[in-house]
Each structure stands twice: as C-alpha cells, then as structure tokens.
C-alpha cells in the first residue's frame, strides 16, 4: 500500500503528557498537512509543510504543539502537556504539484486525554 | 478570510433518485474547490475537485459537481443515489491567491434508503 500511513492509530494519555505522532505520505509527494478533527465537524487545519520547510501554520495552534518533517519525508506532530481539549482525530495528508493540488488524507491518528 | 458553508446537516434520498449536497464558499481571490467523502472507520477520500476550466467537473463513483461563481456555489451531485453512496461529505475550498490553509466545512451526513 503507497498510501499516507499514520502511526499510532490510537492513543490514550493522561493530562499533561506529551503525546508524538507520526505521518509517512505518499513517496513522491512533497507537500504534507496536518488537521485535527473533533466530533461533528470538518478538518480543520493545522500546518503546511513543502519539503522540510514549514511554510504554514494556523493561528489557532497553540504553543504546545509543535511539526516537524526534517528530511523532507515523513513528519511528527508533538503536543506538550496535552489538555482535555486536545482530545481529537488528528489527520495527516500530503500532495505534489502534479496531483493538482489534490490532498490523499491518511487513516488518522485519534487521541483520548484523560 | 476563507470560509465554506455546508447548510443541511443531513440529506436523505431514497435509492434511484438524484442527491444534491450543497456547498457555499467565500474566498477573495479565486478558489480550488474539492469534495471528499468520509466512511465509518476510514480516512477521507478525495471524490472531485475544480480548479480551472469546464464548470462541471465529474469525480469518483458517478459524482460530480458545477462550480457556480455568481453564487459562490460547488454542490454536489449525483443522477442516481446507491446505499452505498450513505456517508459524510465534506466540501473544502482553498484561495489561490492565499497560502496553503484549505478550509472544510463542517460536513453534510448523506442517508440513501433502499
């Protein structure tokens, strides 16, 4: 399968550990997002990377969380002392040019704090 | 600031007949618009997407979609609903002009009775 792949596909922690996740996309894609996904709403987005380079990011990511895709190939997203709130999915998806902008989103990574 | 609007929560179709799910978007330049589809379980799929071009675009599974820019409109549909076509839609709009941040909406639940 040559599919975005997400790991781990669950995770329960308790308030105010860290929490890392990681995100392999598709092989020849070089542009890789992060979203989080609560109940009964759309993705919403996190951060851009093109390359290694972090070219984006929301306004609403706190200082906990912090991207990072150091070869240019796979990424981790790191939460600091993780709050109830942060309880989501957390979906990773990645594109390239060629693919016309098209996102391929990977199975999602969903995080229980406790 | 970019904004996409799904306003029915829920659409309900019996199988053989055509399904609209609507979308409404706000960007200031011009939009890439896209639908993906979310199954129980699984990762979002990409269904279409418009980025330049013929107004109607057809997608994945006998989908397809008109983009309207007077009414700032992307509805999808599809001329004969399967069950199979029962899920969550999510439309998502992206400004040109704008960075990288896609923006979804918060997603219309499809029920096709059989």
């Known amino acids: 399968d040559t599919g975005v792949s997400q790991d781990p596909r669950h995770k329960i922690t308790k308030r105010g550990q860290n929490v890392t996740f990681r995100c392999d996309p598709i092989?020849?894609?070089?542009?890789l997002y992060w979203y989080r996904q609560t109940l009964g709403q759309g993705p919403e987005f996190l951060t851009y990377?093109?390359?290694?380079?972090?070219?984006?990011k929301s306004r609403l990511l706190s200082d906990r969380f912090s991207a990072e895709r150091p070869k240019g190939s796979f990424s981790t997203l790191e939460i600091q002392r993780t709050e109830q709130g942060d309880s989501a999915m957390y979906l990773c998806?990645?594109?390239?040019?060629?693919?016309?902008?098209?996102?391929?989103f990977g199975p999602g990574t969903r995080l229980l704090v406790l | 600031a970019q904004s996409v609007a799904q306003p029915e929560d829920q659409v309900n179709v019996a199988e053989g007949n055509p399904l609209t799910v609507k979308c409404t978007y706000s960007?200031?330049?011009?939009?890439?618009l896209f639908w993906y589809v979310q199954y129980p379980n699984r990762g979002l799929q990409f269904l279409l997407k418009?980025?330049?071009?013929?107004?109607l675009v057809k997608g994945s599974y006998g989908f397809e979609a008109e983009f309207n820019k007077s009414q700032t409109s992307f509805h999808l549909k599809k001329p004969s609903a399967l069950v199979s076509d029962s899920a969550l839609y999510f439309c998502?709009?992206?400004?040109?002009?704008?960075?990288?941040?896609?923006?979804f909406g918060a997603g219309t639940r499809l029920f096709v009775k059989a």
């Open positions: 998806a990645s594109s390239d040019l060629q693919g016309g902008e098209t996102q391929y």
């Open positions: 092989s020849e894609h070089n542009r």
């Open positions: 990377f093109q390359n290694e380079a972090q070219l984006e």
């Open positions: 960007v200031s330049g011009n939009p890439y």
């Open positions: 418009y980025i330049t071009g013929d107004n």
């Open positions: 998502a709009v992206r400004d040109m002009g704008g960075g990288f941040k896609t923006i």
